[in-house]
């Protein structure tokens, strides 16, 4: 069983810190620079404010985890997506509002580039003065709710309606924000798109 409690046990020796070494120089805030350019302003490749820890941070972990995975921490805030090199890369993520998160192992069953939207019926019925001018959705595009991309999470062949995607309110990073699903940086789930194969893992830890 996915547990909270197995994950703060393991979670320190899973993934430690930022790599640190002569071939992989660091910058000011202490991220491997592969990730971060080290510019003399901090700010210069973080357009977004976020808080330096939620910046792409490439970080060690233990062995016997499964390369191309993805697993996100509701307390903390991450997803880490597993490499074939015993590091993965760590993004910020907003989850879902008190109630609405739903932890579990999932299939990403496909994934879609500048995807479109619709709420779901419990989305309309739970707040229809919010989702009710949307019911017959919204193409994708820069202000869509989902971003420039999406990773759609299955359990078996049935689509559970949560998704990872991007969002266009990156100020919302950190945060319990959204309607279940995990939300990253447009630019990060960009790149975490590229990387990521449809029938990869996903495991969503709970957030208590």
């Not at 071939?23 to 808080?51: C, E, K, M, Y």
């Not at 998704?163 to 309110?169: D, F, L, M, S, V």
């Amino acid at each position: 069983m996915l547990t909270r409690r197995h994950f703060i046990i393991t979670s320190s020796a899973l993934f430690s810190g930022a790599i640190a070494g002569p071939a992989l120089a660091q910058d000011a805030v202490g991220f491997d620079a592969t990730v971060t350019r080290p510019d003399p302003d901090p700010n210069a490749n973080n357009p977004w404010g976020l808080h330096p820890r939620f910046m792409p941070t490439r970080v060690q972990h233990r062995a016997g985890l499964r390369a191309g995975d993805i697993h996100v921490d509701a307390v903390a805030r991450y997803l880490y997506h597993i490499g074939t090199d015993g590091t993965a890369m760590r993004y910020g993520v907003a989850i879902g509002r008190a109630g609405l998160y739903q932890p579990g192992t999932f299939r990403i069953g496909r994934k879609q580039e500048w995807p479109s939207w619709t709420p779901t019926a419990n989305m309309i019925a739970r707040e229809p003065e919010v989702y009710g001018q949307f019911a017959g959705g919204v193409p994708g595009g820069p202000e869509n709710p989902l971003g420039a991309r999406a990773f759609y999470l299955y359990e078996g062949n049935r689509d559970t309606y949560l998704r990872i995607h991007g969002t266009p309110q990156p100020w919302s990073i950190g945060t319990s924000a959204s309607s279940g699903c995990v939300r990253m940086v447009n630019a990060h789930v960009i790149e975490l798109y590229e990387n990521v194969e449809v029938g990869s893992t996903a495991f969503l830890y709970p957030a208590a």
